[in-house]
């Protein structure tokens, strides 16, 4: 399964419905630069051991190229392509002054050690060096990348430079210049934009059960949240597997298990399930917040949710989107729906460039309005066009990609 191909797929539907100017189609089929880098990493036994990592800059015509960094044993080009293709159009959606790109790594660090790390991110720095910058190309965490790996980004950056530029990198630790409610930021988006479908859509907390798939820094946020605002959460996996409680599963209980454990099963009071019935269970509400490619053509028929809110990047394959429109489930959109951890970096971003440091309220008081107003815009496009969320998030953004790719074109 070809991420990259289901991105495409998303945007000629898209394209088709808004008649898309064909030059502009052309250009976001295409990305402006790939960087693909062998690089070293010096091992804790005295070896040496080479890498494979890319950094693929999508667009820039809205601005600088922005998004995350991924290390993980399945990235590769394809992924690294679709990603930074989403960026483009997520950036878009929130209207935000920044293009897409995304970077990865080959990699499983899980199997190394903290000065192996340290190594491998500074490493990387080096060779995508000449294509990244403040105003060039803004990497961010994402899959298995820590607040730790961007503060090496930007040290050693800083260095070759020759002068500090933290805005060479969003989603620093505090004390290295990153924001406040970064950390929290793209769980708290998720959350701000369900409230403001719920708000027109209407679902209660009372009567609406969410299962949440992946357990990372997202899916623990949004658990989190749905949990605080009375919202039964009765399953979550992570990569080991899954419990489910019909009666609702202890949320802070389950983060500090995962902190101390690195796992959720075997939660006291709870089932243990794997991450395949997870998105099969009856719920109201189905967070997928792992990896792409998770609900496809073999499992979407047994899913039960009414609403997918897709925390993750790319969870949907087309063909299960499709079958999830037919039957009426509500699928609110990955470039929307996780666009506050993004939104939050650029927020990270003016708080470097003008030296400044907010606080937690000051930044959640900017990120908050900029949901709602990007859900809302996502709401009445789809109304207007008839089409899905999906495709009237594409929708929204490509009216102003296509703006901004014809005036330098
Ligand atoms: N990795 C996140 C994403 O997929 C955040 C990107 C960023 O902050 O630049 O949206």
């Known amino acids: 399964m070809s991420a990259f191909s289901n991105a495409m797929r998303q945007l000629e539907l898209a394209a088709t419905a808004m008649h898309l100017d064909a030059y502009t189609l052309e250009r976001l089929r295409h990305p402006q630069r790939i960087v693909e880098v062998d690089f070293p990493v010096k091992l804790d036994d005295g070896a040496t051991k080479l890498l494979h990592g890319y950094r693929v800059q999508w667009n820039d015509a809205r601005g600088p190229f922005k998004g995350g960094l991924r290390f993980h044993p399945q990235t590769d080009l394809d992924e690294v392509k679709a990603l930074s293709f989403w960026m483009s159009i997520k950036c878009a959606v929130v209207n935000i002054p920044f293009g897409g790109g995304k970077g990865g790594v080959t990699v499983n660090p899980k199997e190394l050690s ?25 990497p961010a965490p994402d899959v298995n990348t820590t607040p730790q790996i961007m503060d090496w980004l930007a040290d050693e950056y800083g260095k070759i430079v020759g002068k500090p530029s933290p805005a060479v990198v969003t989603g620093k630790t505090l004390d290295h210049g ?143 989107d499709l079958a999830l429109a037919k039957r009426g489930v509500t699928v609110i959109p990955d470039v929307l729906a996780n666009a506050g951890g993004v939104t939050t970096s650029f927020l990270e971003w003016q708080q470097n460039m003008t030296n400044e440091h907010w606080s937690e309220t000051q930044v959640f008081e900017r990120l908050k309005p900029i949901m709602d107003d990007s859900s809302e815009g996502v709401l009445s496009t789809a109304e207007k066009y008839a089409v899905t969320y999906r495709e009237a998030a594409f929708i929204l953004a490509l009216e102003r990609l296509d703006k901004a790719i014809r005036k330098i074109a």
Do not use: M
């Not at 903290?114 to 803004?138: C, H, N, Q, Y």
């Not at 794997?274 to 496809?296: M, R």
């Open 114 to 138: 903290k000065t192996e790390l340290e190594s491998l991110a500074r490493s990387f720095t080096r060779a995508i060096a000449d294509v990244i910058g403040p105003e060039k190309d803004v």
């Open 178 to 320: 990153g924001s406040e409610g970064r950390g929290t930021a793209t769980g708290q988006g998720a959350y701000y934009v369900f409230e403001a479908f719920s708000r027109k859509l209407g679902w209660d907390p009372e009567s609406t059960t969410v299962a949440v798939q992946g357990f990372g820094n997202a899916g623990q946020e949004i658990a989190r949240l749905f949990h605080h605002h009375g919202y039964k959460v009765v399953a979550v996996s992570d990569s080991q597997g899954g419990v489910h409680n019909e009666a609702g599963l202890d949320i802070p209980e389950l983060i500090k298990q995962k902190a101390q454990t690195g796992h959720v099963v075997r939660l006291p009071e709870s089932r243990d399930i794997t991450n395949e019935e997870l998105l099969t269970l009856p719920c109201g509400v189905l967070v997928p917040s792992a990896l792409e490619n998770t609900l496809t053509a073999q499992n979407v028929d047994q899913v039960k949710a009414s609403v997918v809110l897709e925390v993750a990047n790319g969870p949907t394959t087309p063909e299960a």
